[in-house]
């Protein structure tokens, strides 16, 4: 499981192929943080390549969507790629393109 999304690393490098690599879950606090690494595609990660970039996504309070008898990882993913629009319909959330593969 993963997603594609092409994004611009800060050395010029497209990196589109991100996985998630550790999700720290504390289910008292409804706090989670999750860790996704780039790629600059799945040949790269499948043929033991270095990722090129990484981000963290923060997930708490009434924006916590984890629950225990879902799969993490999938719950992640759309999460992370859930749509936030502004008051004008512009979508805010730049991952919301983001493609499963």
């Known amino acids: 499981m993963a997603i594609k999304l092409v994004k611009q690393t800060p050395y010029g490098i497209s990196v589109e192929y991100w996985k998630i690599i550790c999700t720290d879950i ?3 606090n409804k706090l989670a943080k999750i ?3 780039g790629y600059i595609d799945e040949t790269a990660r499948l ?5 090129l970039s990484s981000e963290v996504f923060t997930f708490e309070g009434d924006n916590f969507p984890f629950l225990f008898e879902k799969n993490i ?3 992640a993913y759309i999460k992370i790629k859930e749509s936030k629009l502004d008051e004008e319909g512009n979508e805010l959330n730049e991952w919301a ?3 499963d593969c």
């Open 26 to 28: 504390n289910w008292h």
């Open 35 to 37: 860790s996704l690494i």
């Open 47 to 51: 043929t033991g390549k270095h990722s």
């Open 73 to 75: 990882v999938e719950t």
């Open 97 to 99: 393109k983001a493609k």
